[in-house]
């Protein structure tokens, strides 16, 4: 097992490495640059070319990103934000908690009805709730998130005016925690309908593959009661692949947050990331892109120690590499 581990962080380095360039080349593709963003159309072109003197913009792309590349090896360092001239690394951690929160919160409510509605489809198939919740899934899969985030403001912020309609907080609000979970509610519901269309789909089709197996039916000529044989031994068995998916709905979740932020202001890292994206903020996008690599590669390998252990089968698969 340790052998796997100290294998694939060994693999996650090119990969981020690869990320980083790649991201560069992009970001350096895109028209315009951040002097363009932060000085007047008037300006005499020498003083903007000054400017970029200043910030380093006059070197060739390959020299900019091994500065870069250099000082975040050897300093840890991310560099400052070319618009608002703050430490990369505080404006991202600034804006981490909010994004987690959202993630988070719109994963626990997704799987929440995702489970319970897979399992219930796939004990009573082709019954009337299993076209229910295959039609709610398919819903949640197509409605796009920024469609079905500005109805819910319509109806919830506009029409009934029981929720904000954007925000984090109250403005001169006290921010308590009421506050913040009637601001939560509506961002975390667009979210969390795409996770629980995907999550009932996975867990309907696992659920009835396990339920065709030979020891449920031997569980029920024993006399088993359905419920346990449901509950404790297809149900326990059929999540497992599920962990997988959930390591996979983080990097997904990452990417909607980036839409679902921008609808209600959220101040989290999607919103960031669009407004970085905006005024051509190279450090900025360089550090959240990176900061995203770090996550999924975390995630995923996280997801395979947690298969790994709820699963003997995949764990004695990683015993074998590592004697291998």
């Known amino acids: ?9 060994l693999t996650a380095v090119p990969v981020l490495l690869g990320v ?71 404006v ?11 993630m988070g919160t719109a994963l626990a409510l997704g799987l929440l009805v995702a489970v319970p509605l897979g399992v219930l489809s796939a004990t009573r198939q082709y019954s009337k709730l299993d076209y229910l919740a295959s039609t709610g899934s398919f819903l949640g899969l197509s409605v796009p998130g920024f469609f079905l985030g500005l109805g819910l403001i319509y109806l919830f912020a506009i029409q009934l005016q029981w929720l ?26 667009v979210l969390a ?11 309907r089709s696992s659920m009835l593959e396990i339920l065709g197996h030979d020891y449920l039916r031997t569980a029920r000529a024993k006399g088993v009661r359905e419920t346990l044989v449901v509950g404790r031994h297809a149900m ?20 909607g947050a980036v839409v679902v932020e921008q609808v209600f202001a959220w101040p989290g890292i999607g919103q960031l990331t669009l ?40 764990r004695t698969s990683y015993e074998g590499e590592g004697a291998a």
Not at 40 to 64: D, F, I, T, W
Not at 92 to 102: C, K, Q, S, V
Not at 167 to 184: K, N
Not at 193 to 203: F, H, L, T
């Open 1 to 9: 097992m340790l052998t796997y581990v100290l294998r694939r962080l």
């Open 20 to 90: 980083t360039v790649i991201n560069f080349i992009i970001m350096r593709m895109a028209p315009g640059n951040p002097v363009d963003m932060l000085v007047s159309p008037k300006l005499p072109a020498a003083a903007a070319e000054a400017r970029r003197l200043a910030l380093g913009l006059n070197e060739p792309a390959y020299v900019q990103y091994g500065l870069w590349l250099k000082n975040l090896l050897l300093h840890g360092d991310l560099g400052y934000s070319l618009i608002t001239y703050e430490p990369v690394t505080r």
């Open 92 to 102: 991202i951690f600034d804006r981490m908690g909010p994004t987690l929160l959202l």
């Open 164 to 189: 904000p309609s954007g925000g984090m907080t109250e403005l001169g609000g006290s921010g308590g925690f009421v506050d913040r979970l009637r601001h939560l509610i509506l961002p975390a519901l």
């Open 193 to 203: 309908a795409a996770v629980a269309g995907r999550c009932i789909r996975y867990v």
């Open 236 to 255: 326990r068995n059929a999540l497992i692949p599920i962990v997988t998916v959930i390591g996979l709905e983080m990097s997904v979740l990452l990417g």
């Open 275 to 314: 407004s970085s994206i905006m005024s051509r903020d190279y450090s900025t996008l360089m550090g959240l892109n990176l900061v995203a690599a770090v996550s999924v590669i975390a995630v995923n390998l996280a997801t395979d120690f947690i298969y790994a252990a709820v699963d003997p089968r995949v």
